[in-house]
């Protein structure tokens, strides 16, 4: 993500870990990203996790 954020600052990063995975929603909160939403897809329900591209700048 660190070349998207040197071009893109003011575009979020996204992710959609399972919401039952645990590990991975924490991993995701930890890295930066804030749960935004929840979703059905692939019969699970999904995460939707966000994060500015410019908290991954370094």
Avoid at 20 to 35: T, V
Avoid at 42 to 54: I, K, N, P, S, Y
Wanted: charged residues 15%; negative net charge; hydrophobic residues 40%.
């Amino acid at each position: 993500m660190c070349a998207a954020a040197d071009e893109l600052p003011d575009q979020p990063g996204l992710i959609t870990p399972q919401t039952a995975n645990e590990r991975s929603l924490g991993l995701a909160i930890r890295l930066g990203f804030q749960p935004v939403s929840n979703f059905e897809w692939f019969d699970a329900q999904q995460t939707l996790c966000l994060a500015g591209l410019h908290s991954f700048n370094t």
